[in-house]
C-alpha cells in the first residue's frame, strides 16, 4: 500500500465484466472505505496499459471471444504479470481465472496461451454445462466461511501441483474436473469460477484481500447484516432440492 492509500485495479471491464463482477470491485472500495482507508480505483480498459503499482487487482468473467482478446492483450501488455511478482494481490473470476492459468480453449477451439500465474490448465467439458448456484468449504488455511455463488461455465479446470483449491464444493460443479475442487490460489493470486458477485455473497473475501495488501491480521468490524441477509437466502436456495 502506498502512501497515496490502497490502489484497486479493475480489468477490463469493457471485456470482463458478466454476471455483475464489476461488484466485485465496488464491494472491496466499499469495505476499505468502511475501514477508513483512502481508496484510488482504477478501471482499466482493454486499450490502456495495466497499472504495474496497484494493491488488488480484480479481473471478471467473459464471453469466449472477449477472454481471448484479453488474454492477447494482457500476454502482450505484461503489467498484470509484472504486478503479480511485485506481489501484488489478484483475484479473478471464471474467463478471468482461466486466463491466469497455462492455457484454455478459445472461441476457436484451439489452445490460447494464459499468463502462468496460477498452476492450472483448462479445457472444455464435453458434458452438460455447469449452471447453478454453489456451496463449497473454503481451504481452511484461509479461515473463512463457506463459499456461495453462482457458476455457469462450460470450462474444466486442472490443478497443477504448486496450486491449492479455492475451496470443496458441497454442491455444485466448481471446477468442472469431478474432484470437489473450486477454483485455485497460490500465494496472493486467486481464481474463481463463482460470479453473483461473488464479493457481495462473500465480503469476507474482499477482507482478506484488503488484509493481504495492508499486511494485518484483523480489520475493524463493519456491520454485515445485509451481506449475512443475502449469504443466507443463497445458501438455503443451493441446498434445497430441486
Request: glycine share 12%; net charge negative; proline share 6%.
Amino acid at each position: 500500500m502506498s502512501n497515496n492509500g490502497l490502489r484497486l485495479v479493475w480489468v477490463y471491464p469493457d471485456l470482463l465484466s458478466t454476471y455483475g463482477d464489476q461488484g466485485n470491485a465496488l464491494v472491496v472500495e466499499r469495505r476499505a472505505r468502511q475501514r477508513g482507508l483512502d481508496v484510488q480505483r482504477v478501471d482499466v480498459r482493454s486499450d490502456q496499459p495495466i497499472p504495474t503499482s496497484g494493491d488488488i487487482y480484480l479481473i471478471g468473467g467473459g464471453e469466449d471471444r472477449p477472454q481471448r482478446l484479453a488474454a492477447e492483450r494482457l500476454r502482450r501488455d505484461g503489467g498484470l504479470s509484472r504486478a503479480a511478482s511485485n506481489g501484488a494481490i489478484i483475484f479473478s473470476v471464471c474467463a478471468g481465472y482461466q486466463i491466469l492459468g497455462h492455457e484454455f480453449i478459445n472461441d476457436l477451439g484451439e489452445r490460447e496461451p494464459g499468463l502462468g500465474l496460477l498452476d492450472v490448465v483448462s479445457t472444455r467439458g464435453e458434458g452438460a454445462r455447469c449452471v447453478g448456484d454453489v456451496l463449497a468449504d473454503i481451504d481452511p488455511q484461509l479461515g473463512l466461511p463457506p463459499l456461495t455463488g453462482f457458476e455457469n461455465h462450460q470450462g474444466v479446470t486442472h490443478l497443477g501441483p504448486t496450486a491449492r483449491p479455492f475451496a470443496r464444493v458441497q454442491f455444485g460443479r466448481g471446477n468442472g474436473t469431478g474432484d470437489g475442487t473450486e477454483g485455485a490460489y497460490n500465494d496472493t493470486v486467486f481464481g474463481t469460477y463463482m460470479h453473483g458477485p461473488v464479493m457481495a455473497r462473500n465480503p469476507h473475501i474482499a477482507d482478506l484481500l484488503l488484509k493481504l495488501a495492508l499486511d494485518v491480521n484483523a480489520l475493524p468490524p463493519t456491520d454485515d447484516r445485509w451481506y449475512e441477509a443475502l449469504r443466507a437466502e443463497r445458501i438455503a436456495s443451493a441446498t434445497q432440492p430441486a
